[in-house]
């Protein structure tokens, strides 16, 4: 009989395998616990679980967990993880600490598909989706094996989320259960490129999760070229989205990778205020990373400076977001592992 990997079963999901056991139902809930929380990685570590018990569910089923096989560690302290998973492919979470903020930034596809003309995971194209427990164990590596405390976790690095909405749904759950990592969906963001059918799913869902929109670009002609998901996702239909998640659920933030000579002038300024006039939005302005493989340039500060400048004159909250980690690399459109892995240490 094939095992099964009892790690991607929800909580809802080992309630009905309990049922089927014949065991009482607050065992799923103590399953769950030693899954995510106590990361066991054998049933023989279940100390609460009797033998008998113990021995039916390794008949049954195994426990798969993904290993880190290299990490390094920036000047500023920002941690990159290249993580195998169980079919040798890799991909890459950032731990960035600032302060009392500590923000994990963790992959939710084996490479992307969706090819932003600027971005280093976009030259890998998808290598496939990123199973929920994948995405979970993503931060549960990070808490166990990593030693860390996290505030915020936000699904930015490798992938388009809402390409694969049912797996970071589910993942979420996993994040937040208070059974499981105990992450607040509060302190958990989904940023997507623009993708419209996964925004219509997150407002019609129950998740409490923070929206972050990759905007990039207040010329549509511009955005279609550079942004190819644009073609099939009109951006007015996404800003409508975007309102209406500002408007019932959080405040939407809108994400402006300012790249040197490209979309770094005042008048791309005015044109984003005026995208955004009737939106209650945050901005979030990156300076744009550089990558060996390709020829974007990061913008000239005091132009980034007048942008920025003329931004504040506006309703919205502004941010800056800091450079991190990009002398290893794992800067925002950094992130592009070979998408397959050799073991170097664990
Ligand atoms: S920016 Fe995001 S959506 Fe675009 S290619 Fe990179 S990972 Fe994919």
């Given at each position: 009989m094939t095992k099964r990997n009892?790690?991607?079963?929800?909580l809802s999901g080992l309630t009905d395998i309990v049922q089927e056991l014949g065991l009482e139902q607050y065992r799923a809930a103590q399953l769950f616990q030693w899954l995510?929380?106590?990361?066991?990685?054998?049933?023989?570590?279940?100390?609460?679980?009797?033998k008998g018990t113990r021995d039916l569910l390794d008949e049954k089923f195994y426990i798969a967990c993904i290993g880190t096989v290299e990490q390094q560690r920036a000047n500023d302290n920002t941690r990159k993880f290249v993580l195998e998973l169980a079919d040798s492919n890799a991909v890459e979470a950032v731990f960035i600490p600032e302060g009392r903020r500590r923000t994990l930034c963790i992959s939710?596809?084996?490479?992307?598909?969706?090819?932003?003309?600027?971005?280093?995971?976009?030259?890998?194209?998808?290598k496939r989706n990123m199973e929920a427990w994948e995405i979970a164990s993503e931060v549960q590596l990070l808490l166990t094996a990593g030693g860390e405390r996290i505030t915020n976790i936000v699904c930015?690095?490798?992938?388009?989320?809402f390409l694969n909405t049912e797996q970071v749904f589910a993942a979420i759950e996993i994040i937040s259960s208070p059974t499981g990592l105990a992450v607040s969906q509060r302190h958990t963001t989904i940023s997507t490129a623009g993708v419209i059918d996964g925004m219509r799913q997150l407002i019609a869902s129950t998740l409490k999760v923070k929206l972050a929109v990759?905007?990039?670009?207040?010329d549509e002609a511009l955005r279609r070229e550079m942004m190819p998901v644009s073609r099939k996702n009109p951006l007015k239909e996404v800003l409508k989205l975007a309102r209406e998640y500002s408007e019932k659920k959080h405040m939407v933030t809108f994400e402006y990778v300012m790249i040197g000579g490209v979309n770094d002038s005042l008048k791309d300024a005015s044109r984003l205020l005026e995208l955004l006039r009737n939106i209650p939005s945050k901005i979030n302005l990156i300076p744009y990373n550089e990558h060996p493989g390709l020829s974007f340039e990061k913008p000239d500060p005091k132009k980034f400076t007048a942008f920025h400048e003329e931004l504040l004159r506006s309703r919205h909250t502004v941010t800056v977001r800091k450079s991190k980690g990009q002398d290893i690399l794992a800067?925002?459109?950094?992130l592009a592992g070979s998408g397959s892995t050799t073991k170097k240490d664990t």
């Open positions: 009892l790690k991607s079963c929800s995510w929380q106590k990361n066991a990685r054998e049933f023989s570590q279940m100390t609460n679980l009797s939710t596809q084996v490479g992307c598909a969706l090819g932003c003309k600027f971005c280093a995971t976009g030259l890998l194209g998808l930015m690095g490798m992938g388009e989320p990759s905007l990039n670009f207040a800067g925002c459109g950094q």
